[in-house]
Nanobody, 129 residues
Framework: QLQLVESGGGLVQPGGSLNLSCVTS????????IGWFRQAPGKEREGISC????????KYGDSVKGRFTISRDNAKSTVYLQMDSLAAEDTGVYYC??????????????????????WGQGTQVTVSS
C-alpha cells in the first residue's frame, strides 16, 4: 500500500523554523519525485517545493525561495522540508505527494499538482505570535 505520512508541523513564532518530514512506504522511493504543497485558509493549494527522484533536481515556489530547503534520505524513504524565517503567510496545511517519472526524467521535478498520484494526509503549520 502506497503511503505518505507528514509530521513536524506545529505552532511557531514569526521568524522561527520548522522541519517537516514526509515518510513514505509501499513503493520504490528512489524512483519517485516528491513534492510539498500547502493550503492556506481560504486559498487554493499551491506547490512550494519538490525534489527529483535522483535528488539532483529541486524547485521552489517564489514565496519560499531562499527560506525553505528540501532534501531526501533514500535510506529512510523520507523527504524533509526545512523551513526558516517563517512568516504568518506560511500558515496552512502542508502536504507531501509522490510522482513516478519515466527513467529519462528522474533528475527533474515540478510543483504543479498534475501527475502526483499519492498524497499524505497533511500536517498543520501555524505561524503566529
Amino acid at each position: 500500500q502506497l503511503q505518505l505520512v507528514e509530521s513536524g508541523g506545529g505552532l511557531v513564532q514569526p521568524g522561527g523554523s520548522l522541519n517537516l518530514s514526509c515518510v513514505t512506504s509501499g513503493f520504490p522511493f528512489s524512483n519517485y519525485a516528491i513534492g510539498w504543497f500547502r493550503q492556506a485558509p481560504g486559498k487554493e493549494r499551491e506547490g512550494i517545493s519538490c525534489i527529483s527522484a535522483s535528488g539532483k533536481g529541486t524547485k521552489y515556489g517564489d514565496s519560499v525561495k531562499g527560506r525553505f530547503t528540501i532534501s531526501r534520505d533514500n535510506a529512510k524513504s523520507t523527504v524533509y522540508l526545512q523551513m526558516d524565517s517563517l512568516a504568518a503567510e506560511d500558515t496552512g496545511v502542508y502536504y507531501c505527494a509522490a510522482t513516478n517519472p519515466p527513467p529519462g526524467l528522474r533528475d527533474m521535478c515540478y510543483i504543479t499538482e498534475r501527475g502526483y498520484r499519492v498524497w499524505g494526509q497533511g500536517t498543520q503549520v501555524t505561524v503566529s505570535s
